[in-house]
């Protein structure tokens, strides 16, 4: 059955302060956790919702969040938001900047402004010594040319929801970057998906939800949520031809080395 492991699996990306969160996120959490999905990463897509974040981490003992600016409020962002997001860092329950990076399909913000944003937060991470969590859609050729040119390497991170080339994600691997899988590697229109995850290196792979967004088959049509990254590790197993505990326990294991998660690591 999915779900059946002897090992915990980690949501890496999930937006439990949502509003569609609001009535049952006790439930959601529990749920998680009898799925064997603990801890959850709960990601801070703008100045508010870091600090809604970084409130769960105090509310759910295994929650633990990351703090930034996604590139759809970029032009909010001003020296006094960047200060209150290096302070949030400070909390001990951050483990990374983001969600950060760039978005050329909707353009909510001005793409100059998106890359100058996401320069100054790679440079947050950097004095912080945290890594980064990147949101890339339509915009693959700059975000690879800012992390190169802010040694992001310098501190590592992930490419969130994957959806570049076989060159990008290479690119990606050799600066030491992690590659997130979430649910269309289980919708039937991403073969090609498949085709790059495939050929990747295990310990280079994490999971992730992105909940409430994208849903996994058999699921689609519902809200998402942490329990449910069980689906994609599933679909991870059966595309790597490895067993579902060994998914666990190395997109596991994967997830504490970059969030220095060790009690999680040891248990």
């Keep these: 059955m999915v779900g059946e492991s002897s090992a915990n699996l980690i949501d890496t990306h999930v937006h439990l302060d949502h509003e569609r969160f609001t009535c049952d996120l006790d439930q959601v959490i529990e749920r998680a956790k009898s799925a064997r999905v603990w801890p959850i990463v709960t990601v801070g897509a703008d100045l508010a919702s870091s600090r809604r974040a970084v409130e769960c981490v105090k509310c759910y003992p295994g929650v633990v969040a990351t703090v930034g ?10 020296e006094d938001v960047l200060d209150e997001i290096k302070e949030l860092a400070g909390d001990e329950g951050v483990v990374a900047i983001g969600e950060i990076g760039l978005d050329y399909h909707y353009d ?6 998106q890359r100058r944003i996401f320069g100054m937060q790679i440079n947050l991470a950097r004095e912080l010594g ?10 693959y050729d700059d975000v690879m040319a800012i992390l190169k040119s802010e040694r992001a390497e310098d501190v590592g991170g992930i490419i969130h929801c994957f959806s570049g080339d076989r060159e990008v994600a290479k690119d990606c691997l050799d ?17 090609e998906l498949r085709r790059i995850i495939k050929g990747l290196p295990s310990d280079r792979i994490l999971l992730e939800t992105d909940a409430p967004y994208l849903t996994p088959v058999p699921l689609r049509g519902k809200r998402n949520e942490p329990a449910y990254v069980v689906h994609v ?15 666990a326990a190395i997109t596991t294991a994967n997830a504490c080395k970059l969030f220095g998660l060790r009690e999680h690591c040891s248990s």
């Design 130 to 139: 945290l890594p980064i969590v990147v949101h890339v859609r339509e915009a």
């Design 175 to 191: 600066m030491g970057f992690y590659i997130s899988v979430g649910g269309i590697l289980t919708f039937a229109d991403s073969s």
């Design 233 to 247: 590790a599933q679909a991870l197993a059966e595309l790597k031809d490895i067993s579902f505990d060994d998914v």
């Design 69 to 78: 600016v996604h590139p759809h409020d970029a032009d909010s962002v001003s």
């Design 108 to 113: 909510f913000s001005p793409r100059d402004v």
